[in-house]
């Protein structure tokens, strides 16, 4: 095999992966010619064994963005080998394809990369990655208290028990007051107990990571950053580190339109003819993200008059979730721009 291609002088090959659990899909292509398509352990030997086969040629592979995370791309740049890691919602469609299947999708990536049609996601560095995690943690955190507090709420429902609840977060009180409800029946009372203990493990464990996150944005990475975007109302020291770690370095995004597309406020379009009709954001990207921008800017409309009065402009027209969203959009903007001026936000403020 090797032979064969030094004899066509073959310069380049791509490598489609499709990456399952137990078993990956591989296949490898030259410009035009297929090579082979094989099914191998799920595993990083066993494709370096594959690729080390053809140590005197330039090799690019691509595999798509999801559960597998970035370790994979890791090892194959740190072997010489380009890794272009795709997002699936992007790749070119076959209309009228109605057979999927592994081995249809690694040859679908290996010829689309060798046609350069494929888009490439940006992929954090490993200690970007581990910052990253900080704040996500703290959201996976947070919804699992927010699920012992629907049980919760659910088991008072169930019984008939009425105690008036304070809105968002638990107060101590009102959680002493849940301690001290008694069922008329010794397992009952057990039971709930151990579901009012688990609802105070997690609000614990949120505020330990809480804690880590504050640490976090006290180093020298992000300690300038997080001061230029706390001086916008409403943006307080959490939203920012939400910011920072999911956009790292906003140099990257060469233009406005780029970061708003990849935090998912940009506005859908259906173009027909000379009919251009403008619908509700793509939602494509970062979900967590759009809420603590539309969060933030109930609070900035309050305090910026120049940004209230294109709320009230665009709820008007539109209604006032479009209108939060046009600011969140604009607020995602102005911060790109103060990060990059390194200069402080300054509102417009009411008379």
Not at 134 to 157: H, M, P, Y
Not at 223 to 232: A, C, G, H, P, Y
Request: proline letters at 4%; glycine letters at 6%; a positive charge.
């Amino acid at each position: 095999m090797g032979k064969a291609l030094k004899q066509k002088a073959v310069e380049q090959l791509f490598v489609g992966i499709d990456i399952h659990k137990r078993k990956w899909h591989v296949t490898v292509q030259t410009d035009e010619v297929e090579l082979f398509c094989v099914s191998i352990p799920g595993n990083w030997p066993s494709l370096k064994r594959i690729l080390d086969r053809y140590p005197d040629y330039r090799i690019k592979a691509v595999y798509e963005a999801g559960y597998f995370g970035f370790w994979l791309h890791d090892h194959l740049q740190e072997s010489g080998i380009d890794c272009l890691v795709t997002p699936p919602s992007l790749l070119p469609m076959e209309y009228g394809n109605r057979v999927k299947t592994d081995k249809r999708d690694s040859r679908k990536l290996s010829r689309l990369l060798s046609k350069g049609m494929l888009k490439r996601v940006h992929v954090p560095s490993k200690q970007e990655r581990y910052h990253r995690q900080v704040g996500r943690r703290r959201r996976q955190l947070i919804r699992d208290r927010v699920r012992f507090q629907s049980r919760i709420k659910a088991e008072l429902r169930f019984y008939g028990v009425q105690i008036p609840e304070p809105p968002g977060k638990w107060s101590q009180v009102y959680f002493e007051n849940l301690n001290r409800i008694r069922f008329r029946n010794r397992f009952m009372n057990q039971s709930f107990k151990q579901l009012l203990q688990c609802y105070a493990y997690m609000d614990k464990q949120v505020a330990k990571q809480t804690k880590l996150l504050k640490e976090l944005s006290l180093t020298e990475q992000y300690r300038d950053r997080v001061n230029i975007l706390t001086s916008i109302p409403g943006v307080g020291l959490i939203t920012a580190m939400e910011v920072l770690l999911e956009l790292q370095d906003v140099d990257r995004f060469q233009k406005a339109d780029q970061i708003t597309a990849y935090v998912g406020l940009t506005p859908s379009q259906y173009s027909s003819a000379d009919k251009v009709r403008m619908g509700r954001i793509t939602r494509i990207g970062k979900n967590s993200l759009r809420s603590v921008l539309v969060e933030a800017s109930w609070t900035l409309i309050r305090k910026d008059k120049e940004l209230r009065l294109k709320y009230e402009r665009i709820k008007r027209r539109a209604g006032g979730k479009r209108a939060i969203v046009a600011i969140a959009r604009t607020l995602l903007i102005r911060m790109r721009r103060i990060l990059i001026n390194e200069e402080f936000y300054i509102p417009r403020l009411s008379n």
